[in-house]
């Protein structure tokens, strides 16, 4: 993910003296997805504006082609406005690439400047050269507005300034200097539509990148608080749930059952594990809980959810057992950690570490969650006093299975 920050911030710096931004090729189809709709939307309103304005300047004709009117008006409202509305509702509708839809928009706008320059050919009045000035505000209008790509627009204004050179060379004034005056007009206009498509295309580009440098950031943050929030439910030492996160656990178990399912806590406390910690030093120690920990955490699975509750403390929860059950899972619980073998010398019950094991059962939706704890506890209580090294369940007739020792 930093690598895709450090992506982004070299893109927006942009290339060269224009400044120019550019789309990481991982990120194209991304961008064109984005600007795909506002694309859209420009191209279907400026042939509806463009249509507006064509119709508008109707009363004009009086006075630029006073004797080709009759025929102006036919192109104006017979022609024009009706392929304009056409054009606008299947741009609205219509769902083709975007790059046709570019081409039937620039036809449209195409058509526009053909009709214009077919009445400068067809007039005598020397006012129909303003005409030509008319589409070339026309050609600006559309490539500012239009958001269409530097190669189209070449190819456009490439295309207008061949149509205004017929209608000049058919015109009622058929002098050189005014091809000249043609091309200067294209310049001179041209230049500065081109550089401000550019510069829209480069600040869609831009806000694009920085919308996606946001989202990229944003979920950094929600990553980094995810990691926060798991570190803080974790035991550093033994990558088990830590008291919080235990009971954080416990409430999403709980809230999933049923009313009336079978539930049930195991309290567990390593036994003289202080006398180890004393003999063997507590990087011995630190070791042994590691190992302990392990060791719960795989005999609680599949259905039991382990924790470190403090100190040598643990706890597991596990649902769906039935008492006898109940009384060979939590035996698995000890029996796991008296395998681990840890030579234990100053331990009085056992030449190894062992455990012992308080469980307390309930039914979900009756039993308290602080009631169930105590019950486990007090289940803890009576096994080390028990002797130690064995397992003790709180409100079970208990077998010879529930209740056991060994070493």
Known sequence: MQEDATELDRALEGKGRLDRVTIPAGRRSAFAAM????????????????????????????????????????????????????????????????????????????????????????????NALGFVFANYAVLMAMVISMALPLRLVLGLATIVVLIQGMAIAYGPLRLPVLELHNV????????????ANRTLENER???????????LRQRQLAEQRDMLGRLAALDPLT??????????????????????????????????????????????????????????????????RAGRMGGEEFAVFVTGLSGNELALYAERLRASVQRLMLVHHHSTTASVMTISVGVALGAAGT?????????????????????????????????????????
């Open 184 to 195: 200067m007009i294209a310049i001179v206009i041209m230049g500065p539509a081109m550089f």
């Open 35 to 126: 600007t795909l709709a506002p694309r859209r939307r420009a191209l279907s309103m400026s042939v509806l504006i463009g249509t507006s304005f064509y119709v508008a300047f109707a009363p004009g004709d009086a006075f630029a082609v006073p004797d080709q009117r009759h025929l102006a008006l036919i192109f104006r409202l017979a022609i024009m406005l009706p392929i304009g509305m056409a054009v606008f509702y299947w741009l609205r509708h219509a769902r083709c690439s975007l790059i046709r839809q570019q081409l039937v928009a620039c036809g449209f706008h195409l058509l526009a400047v053909s009709l214009l320059a077919l009445l400068i050919t067809r007039s005598d009045s020397i």
């Open 205 to 215: 580009r831009r806000h694009f990148l920085l919308v996606e440098r946001e989202q």
């Open 367 to 407: 039993s308290e969650t602080k009631v169930l704890l105590g019950a486990a506890d007090a289940a803890l209580y009576r096994a080390k006093a028990a002797g130690r090294n064995r397992v003790v369940i709180e409100g079970l007739d208990r077998p010879d299975t529930g209740v056991s020792r060994t070493g």
């Open 239 to 304: 990558d088990l749930a830590n008291r919080r996160g235990f009971h954080a656990g416990l409430a999403s178990d709980l809230d999933r059952l049923a009313p009336g399912a079978m539930v049930a806590m195991a309290m567990i406390d390593i036994d003289h594990f202080k006398a180890y910690n004393d003999h063997y030093g507590h990087a011995a120690g630190d070791e042994a809980l590691r190992r302990v920990a392990q060791a719960l955490a795989d005999a609680a699975r599949p259905a039991g």
